[in-house]
């Protein structure tokens, strides 16, 4: 029972800290620039099935072909940010949100055009399996977990120590003050979804090598990490980093435990719970 | 506008909407326009919470799908006549709005959009899991149509499409009318108002909690109401129309045709049901096509079709005055 548990919660982790990497560039980019990217799914796919080309057809080995899909991604949330958000950067919240969808849909489109309908898994050379006191450790999970803990660490480091980053933190705070200084606000926006959506890409890359990518994964993965910006509160990366933690492991949890039909509808009920006691998130600021 | 211009332009849209089905010759025409009609249905609901108190809920589908599903079931499964079937649907919708409502509108913006998002996936998830109940993913088919009326010894017979079109046509105008009557009521001044200022709403002493309550459960009703004519309609129901794609159409309608207005909605229904088949004739580009139309729209009409297109012509007629009136001699 207890070591079951143990399982689940160490499986929990691995997608957590997937889940995790969505919800840190969804945060950044709500934070930051108060907009609710829910393209950020499908930007994330499109990088996993690049991921995916690259070692399948090209032969590059797992993290080689991420590193060149994180460039890619990067360039198409700059050019998302650039010809999308933009022009609607003074208009109510809810058109951001339109255009959000609409992107959602040519990205969606465009995955399907440029690789077509079927279920990838991107082939990984990490197939251990060790066994430690009954529990049983895939290579691949520790992996996904020490690169997604590397990704949020690098961003982290980037956004305090880097004069860039105290930019992006100044316009977080107050974005007319920081105009204000001196700060070039086009510039921050440009670099937080360059940012967001390199982590999305690696986010993308390691679903796609732990479970898989299809049609439609992405838009499952975006909204799972909506919940976790509630579970953390919006806006906050610790809260992301607490909340996909907390989201994987309940829902391992759920599917070990209850049911693994209704483990998303479980997910959703702790978002659902957690928001009524707290509505500021778990580690959001009131 | 004039009054009398207005009545015209009312009575005229409303002979046309009668003689539709005489005038369509292709049967996959009317198709379309009842499918439209229920949009319009949905989309007048999801006005009532989006464009009059500007909280965007992405729950419609999910409502849609109770109706769906309550009348399907009742009539289905527990044997009830369709028009009782029918009739009770909304309710059902809108109990279940009332109880997921009351928590979530204690929360604000993007966290309600995406708890209502939550609640969306969570319906049909259960839809798709409790097979025993709603059949699962194969759906349930053999869904009746409701039986003829005779009114006054006048036979309304509903099996055929024709006669179905008039009922839905029926059913949108009432959402459209209920749409109106919240507009210009206290209900509706004070949901403008939440929009505009909630705290100030708040400070006045106005419980803004009970009137957005009051939106969100009349979208529910009304997303049943949808739900429920989509149903004995199409004969067939599974899970899968009623995803947040639907949630998302109904958003689409309300904000390409102009969100708050009352005839926005019904532009935008037709829109969102007619646009997806135009586009049918590049179908491998379709999505990207549609979701760039809706990038290019929210950029360069963000307030949707019916405001600009009045405002093109309130501009048109203080031109044509303008031109008409005699000018004055500019010689003194």
């Given amino acids: 029972m207890i070591t079951e548990a143990l399982q689940q919660v160490l499986n929990g982790l691995a997608i957590g800290s997937v889940y995790t990497l969505i919800a840190v560039g969804l945060t950044i980019v709500f934070g930051i620039l108060g907009i609710a990217h829910f393209a950020h799914g499908s930007a994330a796919m499109s990088g996993g099935y690049l991921t995916f080309i690259l070692t399948e057809r090209l032969g590059l080995g797992f993290f080689p072909a991420m590193a060149v899909a994180l460039i890619a991604g990067a360039a198409l949330g700059v050019v998302l940010e650039r010809l999308a958000y933009r022009p609607v950067r003074d208009a109510p919240q809810i058109n951001a949100f339109i255009i959000a969808l609409g992107l959602t849909m040519i990205l969606e489109g465009g995955n399907l055009l440029l690789f077509g309908p079927d279920q990838v898994v991107i082939p990984t050379p990490y197939q251990h399996v060790y066994t430690v006191g009954g529990l049983v450790v895939a290579e691949l999970r520790i992996q996904v977990m020490l690169t997604a803990s590397l990704a949020v660490a690098a961003m982290a480091t980037f956004v305090s120590r880097t004069r860039a980053g105290r930019s992006i933190r100044a316009v977080a705070q107050n974005r007319q003050a920081a105009v204000l200084m001196g700060v070039n606000a086009d510039a921050v926006a440009t670099m937080v979804f360059a940012l967001s959506s390199a982590l999305g890409v690696i986010g993308g890359a390691l679903v796609g090598a732990l479970l898989a990518i299809a049609p439609g994964v992405g838009e499952g993965l975006v909204v799972k990490g909506f919940a976790v910006l509630i579970l953390g509160g919006l806006g906050s990366i610790p809260g992301a980093i607490v909340g996909g933690l907390v989201l994987g492991v309940s829902e391992a949890l759920a599917a070990g435990f209850i049911s693994s039909a209704y483990k998303d509808v479980i997910a959703f009920l702790v978002m659902i719970g957690v928001l009524l006691v707290r509505p500021e998130g778990l580690l959001g600021k009131r | ?332």
């Fill in chain 2, 1 to 332: 506008m004039s009054r009398a211009l207005r009545v015209g332009i009312g009575t005229a849209v409303a002979i046309a909407a009668l003689a539709l089905p005489h005038a369509l010759t292709v049967p996959y025409f009317l198709h379309l326009t009842i499918l439209a009609c229920i949009w319009t249905v949905l989309a007048q609901g999801q006005n009532l919470v989006q464009g009059f108190s500007g909280y965007v809920s992405i729950a419609a589908g999910g409502f849609m799908a109770i109706g769906a599903y309550a009348s399907a079931l009742l009539s289905v499964k527990a044997g009830w006549p369709v028009w009782t079937s029918m009739a009770l649907a909304p309710f059902v919708a809108a109990a279940f709005a009332l109880v997921v409502g009351y928590p979530s509108l204690r929360v604000k913006g993007h966290y309600f959009a995406i708890v209502t998002l939550a609640y969306n996936l969570v319906i049909v998830t259960v839809l798709n899991n409790y097979e025993s109940f709603t059949g699962g993913e194969a759906g349930m088919p053999n869904i009746q149509r409701p039986a003829a009326l005779v009114l006054g010894g006048l036979q309304l017979s509903f099996a055929g499409r024709e006669g179905y079109y008039y009922l839905v046509l029926l059913a949108a105008a009432a959402a459209t009318a209920g749409g109106a009557l919240v507009l210009h009521s206290r209900v509706g001044r004070v949901l403008i108002a939440i929009r505009q200022n909630e705290m100030v709403v708040d400070a006045l002493g106005v419980a803004a909690w009970r009137y957005k309550l009051f939106a969100f459960v009349a979208s529910g009703f009304l997303a049943g109401l949808a739900g429920a004519l989509y149903a004995h309609f199409i004969g067939f129901l599974n899970p899968e129309p009623f995803g947040t794609d639907q949630s998302m159409n109904a958003i689409l309608a309300v904000t390409l045709g102009g969100s708050g207005t009352l005839l926005g909605p019904i532009v935008g229904a037709f829109l969102v049901v007619t646009l997806p088949e135009y586009l049918r004739v590049a179908d491998t580009y379709r999505l990207v096509a549609y979701g760039l139309l809706l990038v290019l729209a929210t950029i360069f009409m963000p307030r949707g079709i019916v405001p600009m297109v009045s405002r093109g012509f309130q501009g048109m007629a203080t031109r044509l005055a303008a031109a008409l009136r005699p000018r004055p001699d500019p010689t003194p």
